[in-house]
């Protein structure tokens, strides 16, 4: 094989902007982190992400909070799920997504995905009426977007309040919406690995005023309510600001200011990821082995990651394809695996929701692999790890053959 070994990090996020860390800095040297510690006429940096959030995203309302996950936990108990709920989910999704419903003390019902990755429209209905939840916490995981048209019909049929899980569609859009409007409210995450970097955060937008006002509480508020650029007006405070517990998950000021300068600049990151998740996918699509997630016309998608179906592969093939591009230096993450590894796990694993039959989504899972796309990546490395995953497919190939 002449191909030289792949050696740099899947990882490896860039750095954080310049501007942003010039932004920090005088929030270290104003001492003012906390977001209500405003000096007098000031606007503090987390009131400024949310307003700014809140026009790109097209929301009325954005609240920033401590995670994505927080986001979505604040968002359930806002809607009034209560302990004992069922909230629907799908299967194929990240831990903290289950996480968040247990954190309110509901019952997730998990939902088949189909092989384009996103969550089975006919199983949805059948689990709504089975189940009798009220709620669907939409994972739109990995950035792959179901058909949000009749998804949000199939919803209205159902009585379904739909929260979106944007954690990898922070940019993307259906038939020219964005993710996170179609829904009562859509949750973003901006942890290191998603669109926005600021190790920890997350953000919550609505059209919703009472939504907000019962979140911005949630949140740990105290009275100070005012000082949210995107929030509603005092009057939605009046009935929920006595009766709303504070549970302390707020974004500070130092956060809010790694953020801004990163808005300002993601139309620019989605068209790099983007770049190299098309120039990754255009390899993949041309070997038989290799089954790619169909994307609709209608999806405006980030590619800060590729996922790619080897169908009919075993269980230690899958391994052995695992071992081969890691050898190669090709870090691939596969959600077949029994046990969790890392970031990567799949419902078996998660104990604390009652087992579910879903054989679709498993049998889906057995072949699923799933590559992280970080920027620092040029396009020659996209050839090249793309090189090393033909190679592996194909050496697959002969094995079957065999
Ligand atoms: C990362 C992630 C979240 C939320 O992440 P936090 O680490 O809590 O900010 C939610 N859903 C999915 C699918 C994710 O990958």
Known sequence: MDRPRFTRSFTQQLPIPEEAIEAATRVMRSGRLHRYNVAPGEESEASALEREFAAWQGSRHCLAVASGGQAMQIVLRAAGVRPGDRVLTNAF???????????????????????????????????????????????????????????????????????????????????GRRSGSFGLAGCFSTQTYKHMNSGEGGLLVTDDAELIARATILSGSYMLYAGHG?????????????????????????????LRPQLRDIDGAVAAWNERHDRVAAYLAGHNAIRLPRRPRDEAYVGS????????????????????????????????????????????????????????????LSGLFDMRLPLTFTLEDCDLISGHILDAATALDLGAAA
């Open 93 to 175: 999704t990240l831990a903290p997504v289950p996480g968040a419903i247990a954190g309110v003390g509901a019952e997730p019902v998990l939902v088949e995905i189909n092989e384009d990755l996103v969550i089975d429209l006919d199983d949805l209905a059948a689990k709504a009426r089975a189940s009798g939840a009220r709620v669907l916490l939409l994972s739109l995981m990995r950035g792959h977007l179901p058909d949000m048209d009749r998804l949000m019909a199939v919803a209205a049929g159902m009585g379904l309040k739909v929260i979106e899980d944007c954690a990898h569609t922070m940019g993307a859009s259906w038939a």
């Open 305 to 364: 990651s590729i996922q790619f179906l080897v169908p009919g592969l075993s269980e230690s093939g899958a391994r052995g394809f695992l071992a081969d591009c890691s050898a190669r230096g090709v870090e691939l993450k596969w959600f077949g695996a029994a046990e969790p590894v890392g970031f990567t796990s799949a419902h078996r694993s998660w104990r604390y929701v009652a087992p579910q039959s879903l054989p679709r989504t498993d049998r889906i």
């Open 230 to 258: 995107a929030g509603p007006g005092a009057e939605a405070f009046e009935d929920v600001r006595l009766d709303t517990p504070n549970l302390s998950a707020r974004m500070d000021n130092l956060r809010a200011a790694l």
